[in-house]
């Protein structure tokens, strides 16, 4: 009996309690690695939106990061600046660093944190775009200033030093974990992620309009990763694979329009096209940059049929070779092509252009061996008499025929021309 009502107690107080009341908050960690790019920025904003809806106790992103695209970096601040729940970076683990991206992100947290042994600052202007000439330091010099004022906000927004901040951007300026807690650019230094959590403890953060106290004792931490598709996607939109993609599939059409039919390279090259075409509509592509590639392949399918004696081959390499440098139009390095990828792609290409003028040359030399023009020089037998004109049977083919002598059935003869319908023809002399 005393446990029947032990048992209807506990489900009366489950029915009355609100199933959030019970439900115990979780502790969200996002780790990014590597650049900041369209495929990144969707993963981050997801799951901050999934820990809003959810109404976690805090979200962690838990950094590495090398650079990446300005639109996808404002894309991730904008999520941290509009969450209900707090936002805390962590620069980690050991030798990490929140580079140009990364330090903008980690500013506009409401929690700033860095392990021993990692750094933060720029190496160099975000994005920059402009050429040389008074024009060009114009334009970097709006970016610049357009930078500067955008972290230089962030940081006063989380009470930050944002004199600091912009000279970060301005100065190209990088300091350590213990430097930059020393300068109030981050509030906290912890050993690892447990110790952020048990730091965070009862600290009251700034969120919006309101302050809030954490509660992270003996919360459980769940780690988030990105889905396969966004994995997949962020692969494809590193500058490297799409430079290989887009060399691939120029290369796959170039092999099937010299010599068609071969299917395989056609359909290969289409479809490494297409994905590289998704991969810089993540990046920063310069439109001329990739005209100048697009040229080079073409110079070198006119070198098989145009006889250039090499110039056209020589035009097109040189044209892959400019365009390829000129490809990703930022001084980010990490949306650069790095040069491990780029010589070798560079060297083959140097290679295909002198395979194309060996074949275009050969294909000179060699003699029709079809159509009219391979009929001179076969061999045929009369088939009716020529005096001067007869029939003569070449190539399983009896055609009208005329020679300078006589010459009777039964006998070869050499074809010397082709007129019209007609072949002009010699006796083979033993």
């Not at 887009?246 to 068609?260: I, Q």
Request: glycine share 8%; proline share 3%.
């Amino acid at each position: 009996m005393a446990i029947l009502n032990r048992l209807l107690i506990t489900l009366l107080l489950v029915s009355v309690c609100p199933l959030n009341a019970i439900a115990l908050d979780k502790i969200i960690v996002i780790k990014v690695n590597g650049a900041i790019n369209s495929a990144v920025a969707e993963f981050v904003t997801h799951e901050i939106r999934n820990a809003n809806t959810s109404s976690e106790e805090l979200i962690v992103i838990q950094m590495d990061i090398l650079g990446g695209l300005d639109t996808s970096m404002r894309k991730i601040i904008k999520a941290i600046q509009s969450s209900k729940i707090p936002v805390a970076s962590l620069v980690s683990p050991l030798g990490s660093s929140a580079v140009s991206s990364g330090i903008f992100i980690t500013i506009a947290s409401h929690v700033a944190a860095m392990e021993p042994g990692t750094s933060i600052g720029m190496t160099h202007p975000l994005n920059l775009i402009g050429g040389e000439g008074e024009q060009g330091k114009l334009t970097k010099e709006k970016v610049v200033n357009d930078a500067s004022a955008y972290i230089r906000s962030l940081a006063e927004e989380r009470g930050r030093n944002s004199h600091w901040a912009e000279l970060s951007v301005r100065n190209n300026v990088s300091v350590s974990a213990e430097e930059a807690l020393r300068l109030n650019v981050i509030d906290l230094m912890v050993a690892n992620l447990d110790s952020l959590v048990l730091a965070l403890d009862k600290r009251e953060v700034k969120l919006m309009e309101r302050i809030v106290t954490l509660n992270t004792a003996d919360k459980n931490i769940i780690f988030r990763e990105m889905g396969a598709r966004q994995k997949i996607l962020d692969i494809i939109s590193q500058p490297d694979v799409a430079y290989i993609l887009m060399m691939l599939g120029l290369v796959g059409l170039f092999l099937e329009l010299s010599s068609p039919g071969l299917i395989l390279p056609g359909v290969v090259g289409s479809f490494s096209l297409i994905l590289s075409f998704y991969a810089m509509q993540t990046l920063p592509i310069s439109s001329a940059g990739f005209l100048l590639v697009v040229l080079g392949v073409i110079l070198l399918i006119a070198e098989l049929n145009v006889m250039s004696y090499g110039l056209l081959s020589i035009g097109g390499a040189a044209s892959i070779c400019l365009g390829s440098i000129m490809l990703i139009d930022s001084d980010d390095p990490a949306m650069q092509i790095s040069k491990i990828v780029l010589y070798p792609i560079l060297g083959m290409t140097f290679f295909i252009s002198a395979g194309s003028i060996y074949l275009a040359t050969k294909s000179r030399q060699l003699r029709s061996l079809t159509g009219m023009e391979g009929l001179v020089g076969e061999i045929g037998v009369v088939k009716l008499t020529l005096n001067p004109q007869g029939l003569v049977l070449v190539h399983g083919e009896v055609w009208n025929a005329e020679s300078d002598t006589l010459i009777a059935d039964g006998e070869n003869v050499v074809v010397e021309a082709v007129e019209g319908l007609k072949i002009k023809v010699r006796k083979i002399v033993d």
